[in-house]
């Protein structure tokens, strides 16, 4: 069964530093990356999408993407408090439905 | 109208009743996907629906059980419900199938179900 794996945390950076999530695959098949970010009681909301290996940059937000170790990564720089929330990864399978990790708690102290 | 709108918002029911959830898909999309979230985990995929059409299930009972209707709205509805059963429903819309659909997906903001 394909997994997708996270540490749930809670991971507390303080505010202004970088934040480092990470999250591991089981299906070396995978080609495209999702993730989200989910306030409390909120709904899921994608912040970034990878498919290809390196780095992928959008604002105070970097994917890193290496397949030859089936993990991908979320840097958060100059980090908020406004950041504060769930990170989910998120990988298609076979069918294209996503499969879904158990979310990293991020915490920003101000 | 925009957006995905679920309702009812939030639910109390009692072990061994029925539910029915809404899920109004956002305008010009065709395909409503289903997730429960259980506390402190990530989405699991109920099923999908495509143009009326079941595209794809997880791994959940049979009582679970959906429809989309011809405007694409779509409802969940479970049977026998279990305390297990309490969770976040999500419904996402979207507009085609494949792997850059999740690009295009549009949550609605959930109902919470609590099972007494």
């Known amino acids: 069964q394909k997994e997708v794996e996270q540490n749930s945390g809670p991971l507390s950076v303080p505010e202004g530093a970088i934040a480092s999530l990470n999250c591991t695959y089981s299906?070396?098949?995978?080609?495209?990356f999702f993730w989200y970010r989910q306030y409390s009681g909120k709904s899921p909301e994608l912040i970034m999408f990878?498919?290809s290996n390196g780095d992928k940059e959008d604002g105070r937000f970097t994917a890193q993407l290496n397949k030859a170790s089936q993990y991908v990564s979320l840097l958060i720089r100059d980090s908020q408090p406004s950041d504060s929330a769930t990170y989910l990864c998120?990988?298609?399978?076979?069918?294209?439905?996503?499969?879904w990790g158990a979310g990293t708690k991020l915490i920003i102290k101000p | 109208e925009t957006g995905v709108t679920q309702s009812p918002t939030h639910l109390i029911k009692t072990r061994g009743q029925q539910v029915t959830l809404r899920c109004s898909s956002q305008?010009?999309?065709?395909?409503v996907s289903w997730y429960q979230q259980a506390l402190g985990q990530g989405p699991q995929f109920i099923f999908q629906?495509?143009?009326?059409?079941?595209?794809g299930r997880g791994n959940f009972p049979p009582r679970f059980s959906g429809l989309q209707f011809p405007n694409y709205s779509s409802e969940l509805n479970v049977n026998a419900l279990e305390l297990d059963d309490s969770a976040l429903y999500l419904c996402?819309?979207?507009?085609?199938?494949?792997?850059?659909?999740?690009?295009?997906?549009?949550f609605g903001s959930g109902t919470r179900l609590t099972v007494v």
């Open positions: 996402a819309s979207s507009l085609g199938l494949g792997g850059a659909a999740p690009l295009g997906y549009t």
């Open positions: 305008s010009g999309h065709n395909t």
């Open positions: 629906y495509y143009r009326e059409e079941e595209n």
């Open positions: 299906d070396r098949g995978s080609q495209s």
């Open positions: 990878i498919y």
């Open positions: 998120a990988v298609p399978d076979s069918n294209y439905q996503l499969i």
